[in-house]
């Protein structure tokens, strides 16, 4: 981060992006084998990462409010350098998977509206009624860049003034959602997940308002993070509720609850002194991006072995997602230290890229 360093934000892209490749790992590759509602429960990282975005965005541009166009300029600029280039690498990476191996896909379809709509963040519906992009794993940049366009707008006034302009504008975004959807683009767009983005910036708010408060401690950090895990394991009281649906207003309650409750736990946490366990956790937080983009390709891959080898369907499905997040981590981080991070550099003329 610019002006201080939160090893818990790292941390948290971390747990986030393990969370992911879980759920996806488990589910990808399950041929048909029953998942546990424990494992369902790894939902939660898709939440951790709207709390950290909405935490990110607004201590990393504290300092950009009131200064008009230029802002808004600069803004933008540092926000499509951050998430377009590897989103447009991943997108054509997939779209000619989709053109060679169509039947690795569950509901895409080729066609060159659907390549160009994902281009823009505008999802399509298949003929099955999933609404989804090129590059499904990246649904959540659609909310990131409605919420860039709400920031970078209120960007123009003075910082109490821009804040409550934002907070605001998610909030009817989010009550929008609670009516009733004409077409499948309001149903895909109008949510009340973007108040997950509303709470990192309250905590980042309260955050920058007492910069000289202690750190989290190891034990608070402990008992708010097991507030969390239980609160998420109390869903598995509640009948009948699809704990794997990835966009019902629901899903505030039993994701972004604990979402919100882990990151006041964490975000602020200092390093532990062992430097390996750093070392690591900032090596995976870093590429948390990419391995979020990446690991649909890579599971993929796990996923066509698999099916030419039947055996190794055999494996115990806990193995197996243990490889496969082992693997998607991997390619995630090394396509972060050899593609992205040049790339930045370059794009931004070897100047410090904004996360």
Known sequence: ?????????????????????????????????????QVMLTNVGVDIFFVISGFIITYAHWDDFGKGKASIKHFIKKRVIRIYPMYLLFTLITAFALLILPQFFFSSRSSLLFFISSLFFLPSEMENGDITLLLAVAWTLSYEVVFYLIFSI???????????????????????????????????????????????????????????????????????????????????????????????????IYFGMPAIIVFVGLFNLTSPANRIVVKLIEMTGNASYVTYLSHFLTIGCIKFVMRKIPVLQTILLPMVVIFSCLLCTFVGVFIHYYIEKPLLSLLKNKSPVTP
């Not at 941390?11 to 546990?36: D, G, K, P, W, Y």
């Not at 302009?165 to 975004?173: G, K």
């Not at 309260?206 to 239980?230: C, D, G, M, R, Y």
Request: a positive charge.
């Open 1 to 37: 981060m610019c002006k201080k360093n939160y090893f818990g934000i790292t941390l948290l892209r971390s747990l986030a992006a393990s969370l992911v490749l879980i759920i996806h790992s488990s589910t990808l590759l399950s041929f048909e084998r029953h998942i546990s509602n």
């Open 154 to 252: 209120a960007l123009f006034f003075r910082r109490t003034t821009s804040l409550i302009i934002i907070s605001v504008a998610i909030i009817v975004w989010s009550l929008l959602g609670l009516l009733p959807h004409s077409s499948y683009l309001s149903s895909y767009f109008l949510t009340t997940l973007p108040l997950e983005f509303l709470a990192g910036i309250l905590i980042c708010t309260v955050s920058k308002n007492h910069e000289n408060a202690k750190f989290t401690s190891p034990k608070q950090a402990f008992l708010l993070t097991i507030l969390s895990v239980l609160m998420l394991y109390s869903s598995l009281l509640i009948p009948e509720i699809n704990l794997n649906e990835a966009r019902e207003n629901a899903r505030l």
